[in-house]
């Protein structure tokens, strides 16, 4: 029977945006691939924050059924499933009296882990009822690089879930962690190696061009992101390749014209299997 691994994502986009090349290959190699997205809701009474990123999605109140319908075809474009977990995203997050947790867009990168107690009990809530750690040969999750909140959240809230199930069942609960792009191209987080990656070992997967390729034509199903993030879908396009061909020329690959690339995870043990990984599994 083939293997059967877990990306977890914050957003609808994380996942491809983050790994769609590595997921190409890992489909290809026989993998079963399974994307859960938490933060799928839809909000409602909107703030004027979440009014302001609707504009620039282009879409309105069915702003969420758009990203999920968006979501399955990117992963359908990869031989991926999806799961969808419903939670809201920060942006429609309430306070008790009604008012918005967030009303500024830097305020998303800018707030603690423990001001969003209660979302964390949510998340954990979510995971450890939906999904069976155990049954999968692999969970990735966000290493939450650019410290967006939702990220963060989703990060450590999958790290307790794998505790509870590696202890309930006696068992090894292997975290596989990624980087957050297009995060890590902004470059505004330099200290993410030494406080999100500490004590992490970086492992790596060799990738070619028709990996990335197919991660891009999944990444442009994202149209309403695009939007958002990029000021075109060349941009995406650019940075994107432009960021395979930057870790060739690191990885010393035989140079960019090859098409070849390391892909970069991370894990706590050196000696833990990690799928088409160099070190194999
Ligand atoms: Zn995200």
Request: charged letters at 20%.
């Amino acid at each position: 029977m083939s293997q059967h691994v877990l990306f977890i994502s914050a957003h609808l986009d994380d996942a491809i945006l983050s790994c769609g090349d590595y997921i190409d290959a890992l489909v290809h190699n026989n993998y079963r691939v399974t994307i859960a997205t938490v933060f799928t809701g839809m909000g409602t009474e909107l703030s004027m924050l979440a009014r302001i990123l609707h504009k620039k999605f282009g879409l309105g109140m069915d702003t969420m059924d758009v990203r999920r319908e968006e979501d399955i075809h990117a992963a359908k474009a990869l031989g991926a499933s999806v799961l969808h977990l419903n939670l809201l995203e920060c942006i429609y997050r309430k306070n008790k009296d009604g008012s918005p947790v967030y009303s500024k867009l830097n305020e998303l990168f800018n707030t603690e882990v423990r001001t969003e107690h209660q979302v964390m009990e949510e998340i954990v809530s979510v995971l450890s009822s939906q999904i069976q750690f155990e049954n999968y040969d692999g969970i990735y999750v966000p290493l939450g690089i650019g410290r967006h909140i939702d990220h963060c959240l989703v990060r450590q809230a999958a790290e307790r879930c794998g505790l509870r199930a590696g202890n309930s069942t006696g068992g090894h609960i292997r975290l596989i962690y990624y980087e957050d792009l297009p995060y890590l191209c902004f470059n505004n987080d330099l200290t993410w190696r030494t406080e999100l990656a500490a004590g992490l070992i970086e492992r790596s997967v060799k990738l070619g061009r028709s990996n990335l390729t197919a991660k891009l034509n999944a990444a442009l199903k994202y149209g309403s992101q695009i939007s958002l993030l990029w000021t075109s879908r060349f941009s995406m396009l650019r940075q994107m390749a432009e960021h395979a061909r930057g870790a060739a020329r690191q990885s010393k690959l035989q140079g960019p014209e090859s098409g070849n690339y390391f892909f970069r995870v991370y894990t706590a043990d050196a000696n833990e299997p990690v799928p088409l990984s160099e070190s194999g599994t």
